[in-house]
T-cell receptor
Framework: AQSVSQHNHHVILSEAASLELGCNYS??????LFWYVQYPGQHLQLLLK??????LVKGIKGFEAEFIKSKFSFNLRKPSVQWSDTAEYFC???????????FGSGTRLLVRP | EAGVTQFPSHSVIEKGQTVTLRCDPI?????LYWYRRVMGKEIKFLLH????????ESGMPNNRFLAERTGGTYSTLKVQPAELEDSGVYFC???????????????FGPGTRLTVT
């Protein structure tokens, strides 16, 4: 069965620090990849997604992610975090022919001002 | 455009009682999904509607859970009778597109936090 691993459950950074959140998945076929974010008190919203093409994907609010097929990874990055990036981040995978999202367990990011 | 809405935002019930959660998808979205997050673990898929039809209910935990989507608009998820392990956050999501077009973004609601005591 497909699974998604997020390596860090809690991350604490100071403002302006660089961020990288790890995500690995287990599935050998064609996948679509997503990062969702849930800010405190808000809905889950899509940060970025990869379906095909350039493996370096840029999303909203300065986030980007790189799909490395050989490593089954889709790590999320941001060069300089802000206090407003405090949120929980979820990596999700979907088989190309499916509609069902498989989520990781989430990473809580706290950015100290 | 109104987003996905869910009601109630929080429900506290006793073990053995019944609870019904409601989801209103984005207008025009044929696809509606239910997900659940238990105890801070991963968000897990429960089921998928296309209009009023259940396309996939492979994630439903057991027959205490019943989902409906009469008329293909809003959906309800009933838990009867509720057990302690049913506590968690229940998310609803919707997406546009034909049943087998899978590249559309899923828009999530705020979730319903269910606490069973």
């Amino acid at each position: 069965a497909q699974s998604v691993s997020q390596h860090n459950h809690h991350v604490i950074l100071s403002e302006a620090a660089s961020l990288e959140l790890g995500c690995n998945y287990s599935y050998g076929g064609t996948v679509n990849l997503f990062w969702y974010v849930q800010y405190p008190g808000q809905h889950l919203q899509l940060l970025l997604k990869y379906f095909s093409g350039d493996p370096l994907v840029k999303g909203i609010k300065g986030f980007e992610a790189e799909f490395i097929k050989s490593k089954f990874s889709f790590n999320l990055r941001k060069p300089s975090v802000q206090w407003s990036d405090t949120a929980e981040y979820f990596c999700a995978v979907k088989e190309d022919s499916s509609y069902k999202l498989i989520f990781g367990s989430g990473t809580r990011l706290l950015v100290r001002p | 455009e109104a987003g996905v809405t869910q009601f109630p935002s929080h429900s506290v019930i006793e073990k053995g009682q019944t609870v019904t959660l409601r989801c209103d998808p984005i207008s025009g979205h044929d696809n509606l999904y239910w997900y659940r997050r238990v105890m801070g673990k991963e968000i897990k898929f429960l089921l998928h509607f296309v209009k009023e039809s259940k396309q996939d209910e492979s994630g439903m935990p057991n027959n205490r859970f019943l989902a409906e989507r009469t008329g293909g608009t809003y959906s309800t998820l009933k838990v009867q009778p509720a057990e302690l392990e049913d506590s968690g956050v229940y998310f609803c999501a919707s997406s546009q597109g034909a049943p087998y077009v899978v590249s559309y973004e899923q828009y999530f609601g705020p979730g319903t936090r269910l606490t069973v005591t």
